[in-house]
């Protein structure tokens, strides 16, 4: 009867993070450029660790972000890992300011053994995003022209992934990822005056993207000794050229005689072209000492210098992330001992992100960075982990006219884990 709980809730939380994919995120004038807010591909722990996970393993976690992973998983376990996101985030400027905020459902994923070297997982994430509404005027002899900016959606990630065990210490994985999603994008220029001869211009383009990419991970786990462990991992993300396509539509509205005139100055429907995902590299290192102390690390490196959508390049430059983590449990994770706060994981990181944003031709790149803190609470008579993670940084600042966007992010995130091939004889 549990399990059929559990499977009634893992298709209602499928369901809701579908519906919830839908629906916008919270916004940033800085996802007018590129394909958005490239989103974080980690999970409970990872987050409070400071986003660090390309060389961590668990028999009853996921780690997306290297699927290499998979094959640590328990041969007898079946896990879930389901998340939400409450965020709030301070924009400002030079002349002006806003608070914004929005709770989502983030995502879903599975993983379970195939044999005991061969483990698999499956899910749907978000990969960015994109949410912004600006308006500037400017003047000109006597004359007030208005300028908006708008734009809204993003690109979702569904992903089937397997990992194989080589010998004892060596794992390879991969990830089949589909990418699939919309980005709406609006400019307009308006004339204060309805003067005959004044132009008002729109432009709408919508973008549609659908198409597959790799993902390719390894991690050497290295037992130096009874109580201490140590795993370097790699990942590597092909250059890809994504399949897309474009509708675009240039209207005006020309003011005569108090009546408006709306013509179509060009259309573009189901226009065929690609969108470039540059090829990223990734490593990291894991050290645990006796169940007890993780210390990870982890760098990113993703060059958008020639990327291209639809033939165009954007204000985009080599990304380069960096994050440190730590988790303690006093008891250590599977110790039998009875004292609950001693069996809480106490997490916190660290992270430095040098984004593909840049302005003023090169010489202003956007940075990214912050600290966070959590919490893995395990749940009593069961492998199921809640974990609170709390993230504060800051994005960008107030020099040449740029934005500075502070947040705090507050990640709940349940890790299911259950044996699923064994049948009991007390349920």
């Known amino acids: 009867m549990q399990k059929l709980i559990r499977w009634f809730f893992a298709f209602l939380a499928l369901a809701c993070v579908g519906s919830a994919f839908a629906q916008d995120r919270i916004g940033s004038p ?3 450029y590129g394909v ?3 989103l974080s591909r980690n999970f409970g722990d990872s987050k409070a660790m400071g986003g660090t996970s390309l060389a961590l393993r668990s028999t009853n976690k996921l780690y997306v ?3 290499a992973s998979y094959s640590a998983i328990d041969s007898l376990n079946f896990v879930m890992e389901v998340g939400l996101t409450a965020a709030l985030k301070r924009m400002e400027s030079e002349n002006q300011n806003a608070v914004l905020n929005d709770f989502n459902l983030d995502y879903l994923s599975f993983g379970f053994p195939v044999t005991n070297w061969w483990g698999a997982s499956f899910g749907l994430l978000p990969y960015s995003n994109v949410g912004y509404d600006l308006m500037s005027t400017e003047s000109f002899q006597g004359l007030e022209a208005n300028y908006h900016y708008a734009g809204s ?3 979702n990630q569904a992903y089937f992934g397997s990992s194989f065990k080589l010998n004892k210490s060596l794992s390879l994985g991969v990830n089949v990822n589909y990418l699939f999603g919309s980005i709406h994008r609006t400019n307009a220029v308006t004339f204060s005056r309805d003067d005959p001869g004044m132009v008002n211009v729109t432009e709408k383009n919508s973008m549609y993207f659908s198409d ?3 993902s390719l991970g390894l991690q050497y786990d290295w037992q ?10 790699l990942m590597w993300e092909n250059n890809s050229e994504l399949n897309a396509k474009q509708d675009l539509l240039v209207t005006n509205a020309l003011s005569i005689s108090s009546s408006a005139v709306i013509d179509t100055l060009l259309f573009q429907g189901d226009q065929e072209g690609t969108v470039t995902l540059p090829m990223s590299v990734g490593a990291g290192v894991a050290y645990e000492h006796s169940d007890k102390l993780i210390l990870a690390a982890d760098f990113y490196l993703q060059d958008w210098t020639n990327a291209q959508m639809f033939g165009e390049t954007d204000s985009l430059g080599l990304s380069q992330r960096v994050s440190l983590g730590v988790e303690w449990t006093p008891d250590g994770k599977n110790s039998p001992g009875l ?3 001693k069996k809480v994981r106490y997490r916190g990181g660290a992270y430095y992100n040098n984004t593909y944003l840049q302005f003023n031709q090169g010489d202003t790149q956007i940075d990214d960075f912050g600290i966070s803190f959590g919490l893995g609470l395990p749940l009593k008579r069961s492998n199921t982990t809640f974990n609170l993670s709390l993230e504060l940084g800051q994005r960008g600042s107030l020099q040449n006219n740029l934005v500075r966007e502070q947040y705090l992010v507050v990640g709940m995130n349940f890790s299911l884990s259950d044996i699923w091939f064994i049948k009991r004889k007390f349920d």
């Open 30 to 32: 800085y996802t007018r």
């Open 339 to 341: 004292k609950y706060w």
């Open 153 to 155: 959606g993003g690109m």
């Open 212 to 214: 597959f990419y790799l």
């Open 224 to 233: 130096l000794n009874d109580d201490n462990n140590l795993t370097l991992g």
């Open 65 to 67: 972000a290297n699927p």
């Open 36 to 38: 958005g807010d490239l």
